[in-house]
């Protein structure tokens, strides 16, 4: 039987948290990991397709909305979610805390739309998992060194994941979504796709790179960089392990990494796609 894991981060997507019934089930699923001992750190999306009515709310104003306007406005997105993970998670009796990037400690570069993590300062977070609160993080977005609120473009919830994982060396970062796990082609489209139970971090980013959209390939990156393994399951996976694609070093035996204060990111960890 696998060992219980320590300290997780896990990603939930916005197919996930859709409606209010969805963010619900959600929480009973943490509340219980909570329960069984182990240390959950939570990052959102935006609910469903919020993002996209942003969007199209920002555009329906302006051709080519301002990217700082853009930014500051598609980033509630993620704070709504948070927020609601958060009341649902202390309806559950379960101590939590929502945050924004910023609060959180999720330090970019400036670049608005697509931008680069520069040094995730994990403290706060830290701080409130000793307190035995569950953070729960709005993926997504991060504030520059002069105070911008700046995203990380499409996909940047796997990347705030998996970012977060490496800093606080978490025991692996699980990332939920709509489909169960890593496959050859789109199953939607190719019945006959396969899943794969295993990739290495390198297989991994080679399909990410090459279309595979279930994982972006900053957060292999940054788990790569940690080697922490990352986990790519369906939302309502019983044993995401089981049910999942594992993504992780060749040579894995399921350690810990070493834990951090604040992680400052080389030039080569991450580029992010807008």
Same mark, same amino acid.
């Given at each position: 039987?696998?060992?219980?894991?320590?300290?997780?981060?896990?990603?939930?997507?916005?197919?996930?948290?859709?409606?209010?019934?969805?963010?619900?089930?959600?929480?009973?699923?943490?509340?219980?990991?909570?329960?069984?001992?182990?240390?959950?750190?939570?990052?959102?999306?935006?609910? +469903?397709? #919020?993002?996209?009515?942003?969007? $199209? &709310? *920002?555009?329906? /104003?302006?051709?080519?909305?301002?990217?700082?306007?853009? =930014?500051?406005?598609?980033?509630?997105?993620?704070?709504?979610?948070?927020?609601?993970?958060?009341?649902?998670?202390?309806?559950?009796?379960?101590?939590?805390?929502?945050?924004?990037?910023?609060?959180?400690?999720?330090?970019?570069?400036?670049?608005?739309?697509?931008?680069?993590?520069?040094?995730?300062?994990?403290?706060?977070?830290?701080?409130?998992?000793?307190?035995?609160?569950?953070?729960?993080?709005?993926?997504?977005?991060?504030?520059?060194?002069?105070?911008?609120?700046?995203?990380?473009?499409? +996909?940047? #919830?796997?990347?705030?994941?998996? $970012? &977060? *994982?490496?800093? /606080?060396?978490?025991?692996?970062?699980?990332?939920?979504? =709509?489909?169960?796990?890593?496959?050859?082609?789109?199953?939607?489209?190719?019945?006959?796709?396969?899943?794969?139970?295993?990739?290495?971090?390198?297989?991994?980013?080679?399909?990410?790179?090459?279309?595979?959209?279930?994982?972006?390939?900053?957060?292999?990156?940054?788990?790569?960089?940690?080697?922490?393994?990352?986990?790519?399951?369906?939302?309502?996976?019983?044993?995401?392990?089981?049910?999942?694609?594992?993504?992780?070093?060749?040579?894995?035996?399921?350690?810990?990494?070493?834990?951090?204060?604040?992680?400052?990111?080389?030039?080569?960890? $991450?580029?992010?796609?807008?």
């Amino acid at each position: 039987m696998e060992r219980i894991p320590r300290r997780v981060v896990q990603k939930y997507g916005g197919s996930s948290l859709a409606t209010v019934e969805a963010i619900r089930a959600v929480a009973a699923r943490v509340a219980r990991t909570v329960r069984e001992g182990t240390e959950v750190v939570l990052v959102v999306s935006a609910m +469903g397709r #919020s993002t996209d009515g942003l969007i $199209a &709310l *920002a555009s329906s /104003l302006h051709p080519a909305p301002p990217g700082r306007e853009l =930014d500051l406005l598609l980033a509630t997105g993620e704070i709504v979610s948070a927020s609601l993970m958060a009341i649902a998670l202390h309806r559950e009796g379960v101590a939590a805390e929502a945050l924004t990037g910023a609060q959180a400690g999720l330090i970019t570069d400036g670049t608005y739309g697509g931008a680069r993590i520069v040094a995730f300062n994990t403290a706060r977070i830290r701080a409130l998992l000793a307190r035995g609160a569950v953070p729960v993080v709005a993926g997504f977005q991060g504030m520059s060194a002069s105070g911008e609120v700046t995203t990380l473009g499409r +996909g940047g #919830s796997d990347t705030t994941a998996a $970012a &977060l *994982a490496a800093a /606080l060396g978490a025991d692996r970062c699980e990332i939920y979504t =709509d489909v169960d796990g890593v496959y050859s082609a789109d199953p939607r489209r190719d019945p006959a796709s396969l899943r794969f139970s295993y990739l290495t971090y390198e297989e991994a980013l080679r399909l990410a790179e090459n279309g595979a959209k279930v994982i972006h390939p900053d957060a292999v990156r940054w788990a790569q960089s940690a080697e922490i393994p990352l986990v790519v399951a369906k939302n309502d996976a019983s044993d995401a392990l089981a049910e999942g694609t594992l993504i992780a070093s060749a040579d894995f035996r399921g350690l810990p990494a070493a834990e951090h204060d604040l992680t400052i990111i080389p030039e080569n960890v $991450a580029s992010t796609r807008s």
